[in-house]
């Protein structure tokens, strides 16, 4: 068990394209002090010193991995396979939608995707070791004896358990969290939240409380929406309150390569008398050059501006020109309006999900509009996209639009692993408090009860009479203790209390609780299991062993049952649900401790179909 003070800290924004990865040494008296390292030293990056190590695997025949990262750019391919975007086909709908499209680079299964991300988990977690190792000097104690704390974020569309417990295998098979006995490995934000936290912890914005922002993050493959209100806005201990439910949307930066594929390679198709003289891939190896991720990420900004880009093709003569295909000596011509369409579409479709958060707030009748918009994530960096959100925002007839001010996030590449970490050193400096302090739950959740018998409203239900209290009870009854839309305390935890009959003679303490969920709206939900709208998430199986008689309250059996007279005991615990946006967890509580016993107390079984539902 990891203790409360770790020796390391290290965070991981897993990106569809690129993965960022920092970490700290907490210092023992001002963990917020403590200074945050990004990681740069990327294998095969040269003297680029990269922020980010490109999301990539290169596979050789035999199935064995050839190269990883940036070592990828430079591996003979010949008779072996790239790997690329494979994040995001964790999601199984994202896989049928990619497979129905015909993409041919999507994985054959989720198995297979969780693979390759535990492939590349694998070189990243290698790679974190020795960068820590050698930065620190820590080598001759040990890296198993430390306390290390891996931190992981996931997009805001990861909605459902079932893609986040496959994360989580994922993370353990790549040696996150497993290789020390006090190393531990948990998802704790979704990239939104953390860009929330990283830009209040570290804006040069003076934020006041009360103020409303909201944080865009757009990155490769996703785009996360947070709508925050500032709670406390003094440091060293700001907080924010969650304000309306965590979105997304699939758009990110590698949509817009892939519309500059499609577009170089309608035009060239058009000119049969080329395919003698380019590369069969010329546009795949075009969106990979240097040349075009430059002039993607500088477009809008006014010393780049131009009527157009000229971009080197590689494996094409010096000397090449084809005023048709737009071919100046081995340079292929873009103008400005190309470009200009590859961005445009993507961000109308960000504009649609910004418009439905000002929508709620409309609806809800806030009196106070939005004050910051905040822009982080690789494409979020883009001064095209950040004027055309602007614009878009101060020539808007909404009322909650025209006061925005549209700001781009320090290190906005890198603000959620910053986020993860600064949430972390700020929980252990103030010994609880971590930056979020509220959410707003996604989904409901319910425990299955059994309730007291009344015909008034039980009807064709599973009627009970219980042998101790000869009561009759309705059974598969469903206690929602969160419904869908619910400020949910970060802090404060869910309790369920449970009662339980025990016989003297019955030497079990091990009791079962039946966990539902449902995505519907709070006045839809069922009252019981036998009706549609919720499913089993999980079996949460409580183990009280150890717990003698003299610690539970002894009672009689009803003089109303045939054996009267009887003694029994009540044995009183609680569930405690701790619902985070990317976990779901749980505690057992018995006489007001948290039961550990010699065992593990608390065992999860989660259903498979329940753990598809969105929450």
């Known amino acids: 068990m990891a203790s409360d003070r770790p020796d390391i800290l290290v965070a991981i924004d897993l990106g569809t394209t690129y993965t960022g990865v920092a970490w700290a040494r907490p210092q023992r008296n001002q963990a917020l002090q403590s200074p945050i390292q990004t990681i740069h030293n990327w294998p ?47 999601d199984e709908q994202t896989l049928v939608d990619a497979h129905r499209e015909g993409i041919g680079q999507a994985p054959a299964s989720v198995q297979d995707a969780q693979k390759l991300i535990s492939d590349f988990l694998r070189e990243i977690y290698a790679h974190v070791k020795s960068t820590v190792e050698l930065h620190t000097g820590i080598g001759h104690v040990g890296w198993q004896a430390l306390t290390v704390e891996f931190i992981f974020s996931v997009p805001t569309t990861w909605r459902n358990q079932e893609i986040i417990n496959a994360f989580k295998k994922c993370i353990r098979d790549a040696g996150f969290g497993v290789e020390g006995q006090c190393h531990t490995a948990t998802v704790e934000l979704t990239e939104s939240e953390a860009a929330a936290v990283g830009t209040i912890k570290n804006s040069t914005v003076a934020f006041q409380t009360g103020d409303i922002f909201l944080t865009v993050d757009a990155g490769g493959g996703t785009t996360d929406l947070a709508l925050m209100q500032v709670v406390q806005a003094r440091e060293p201990f700001p907080s924010l309150a969650q304000l309306n439910q965590v979105d997304g949307i699939g758009i990110g930066s590698t949509l817009i390569d892939q519309a500059f594929v499609s577009m170089v390679n309608s035009r060239l198709s058009q000119f049969p008398d080329l395919a003698q003289t380019l590369p069969p891939d010329c546009a795949e190896r075009l969106v990979k050059s240097e040349r075009y991720r430059t002039t993607k990420h500088k477009f809008g900004e006014r010393v780049y501006q131009s009527n157009c880009y000229k971009l080197n093709l590689d494996g094409v003569p010096f000397n090449l020109n084809h005023s048709g295909a737009k071919i100046e000596l081995g340079r292929i011509v873009i103008s400005w ?194 009706q549609e709208g919720a499913k089993q998430l999980c079996v949460v199986k409580s183990d009280l062993t150890g717990v003698s008689h003299s610690e539970m309250t002894m009672k009689r059996k009803s003089k109303r049952l045939l054996f009267h007279g009887k003694k029994f005991y009540i044995c009183s615990f609680e569930v405690r649900a701790i619902i985070a946006p990317a976990e779901l967890r749980f505690e057992l509580w018995f006489a007001g401790q948290k039961f550990s016993g010699n065992h593990e107390p608390i065992k999860i079984m989660w259903d498979a179909a329940g753990s598809k539902v969105s929450g």
């Open 44 to 90: 095969g990056s040269s003297t680029k010193n990269e922020q980010k190590v490109h999301t990539c695997l290169v596979y050789n025949d035999d199935g064995s991995l050839s190269s990883w990262g940036y070592q990828c750019e430079d591996d003979d391919l010949v008779e072996k396979q790239k790997q690329e975007f494979f994040k995001i086909f964790l």
């Open 337 to 530: 309006e190309e470009m200009q369409s590859l961005f445009d579409p993507h961000i109308q479709s960000i504009m649609e999900k910004i418009h439905e958060q000002l929508n709620w707030m409309q609806n809800k009748g806030f009196h106070q509009p939005v004050n910051y918009m905040i822009l982080s994530g690789g494409l979020g960096s883009s001064k095209y996209v950040r004027d055309r959100i602007d614009h878009e925002m101060m020539t808007s007839s909404h009322p909650y639009a025209q006061r925005v001010k549209v700001l781009q996030a320090p290190d906005p590449q890198l603000v959620v692993v910053k986020g993860l970490l600064l949430d972390r050193l700020q929980k252990l400096d103030s010994g609880i408090a971590p930056v979020i302090v509220s959410r707003v739950a996604r989904a409901s959740y319910g425990v299955v009860c059994k309730t007291k018998y009344n015909p008034a409203i039980h009807f064709d239900e599973e009627i009970k009479t219980d042998q101790y209290d000869g009561e009759q009870y309705a059974m598969g009854q469903i206690d929602w203790i969160i419904k869908k839309g619910d400020p949910v305390s970060t802090n404060v935890p869910i309790t369920t209390n449970y009662t339980k009959k025990v016989d003297p003679k019955d030497p079990n303490r091990t009791w079962d609780s039946i966990v539902m969920i449902s995505d519907l709206d709070r006045e839809l939900l069922p009252h019981k299991v036998s």
